[in-house]
């Protein structure tokens, strides 16, 4: 049994502890332990290049999931900028379909003002046809129709007076009213004629001053007023 003095002797100093490999495992062995003590520490060293090589591929696997995250952010990076780009395409498209139908919409209107502009140039036109047809049926039938069947005629005339106020001018219905009174007097002649208060002569003595003027007011003035409102320029899209 080892005395007082045996085990002071054999308890290690605090340097010997720091420096010295056995004391590191077992710093309070005794010097009969030392040859398994020794074992270990030697199976502990050769265990050491081993636990160097564990970390190491610990390191490389680390590293290794490092390039496979950069790798994949790499990727979804690109699917992110062709998903931006393809909302830019969508919203490019968008924005031409916009464009067309604002331009679609621009012509359908422009479509709809030129068919209400050909709407009334036709009605103009058939207004101030009729007119004419009227006209030139009694200026050249004063000889050969009666009174009664010109009258009817003139009655016609005066009857698109009111149309012609709202398809032209004012200043056009008031030709065309002037132009019926003019006429009117050559029937007032016509009927006198036929009642025998006149003879042939004197009715065509004096009804040459009123269809003279009546020829002269419709090819003159009244197709001068009338012509701005029949003009094809009113139909270009432009």
């Not at 050969?144 to 016609?156: F, Q, T």
């Not at 149309?163 to 003019?182: H, P, Q, T």
Request: with cysteine; proline share 3%.
């Amino acid at each position: 049994m080892s005395s007082i003095i045996d085990l002071y002797n054999n308890t290690p100093t605090l340097p010997q502890i720091v420096t010295v490999p056995q004391y590191i495992v077992f710093p309070f062995a005794s010097a009969e332990n030392h040859g398994w003590q020794h074992s270990i520490q030697e199976w502990l060293k050769a265990l050491a290049p081993l636990g160097s090589v564990a970390i190491g591929w610990m390191m490389w696997r680390v590293s290794r999931n490092q390039h496979d995250l950069s790798k994949e952010q790499l990727r979804l990076a690109g699917e992110q900028h062709k998903l931006m780009r393809s909302q830019f395409d969508l919203a490019s498209s968008q924005l031409e379909i916009s464009r067309k139908q604002a331009d679609t919409s621009q012509q359908q209107k422009e479509i709809a003002k030129l068919k209400l502009k050909l709407d009334l140039f036709e009605k103009r036109y058939d207004c101030y046809k009729e007119f004419n047809d009227i006209f030139y049926f009694i200026h050249w039938n004063y000889f050969i129709l009666s009174y009664g069947e010109l009258d009817k005629k003139h009655d016609e005339m005066y009857s698109k007076i009111v149309e012609f106020k709202l398809l032209f001018s004012k200043d056009v219905a008031n030709d065309i009213f002037a132009i019926w009174g003019m006429i009117h007097k050559v029937l007032k002649l016509k009927l006198a004629f036929e009642n025998n208060k006149i003879t042939i002569e004197e009715f065509n003595e004096q009804k040459m001053e009123y269809s003279e003027a009546s020829i002269n007011k419709v090819q003159g003035d009244l197709f001068n007023k009338i012509s701005p409102f029949l003009s094809t320029k009113e139909f270009s899209l432009v």
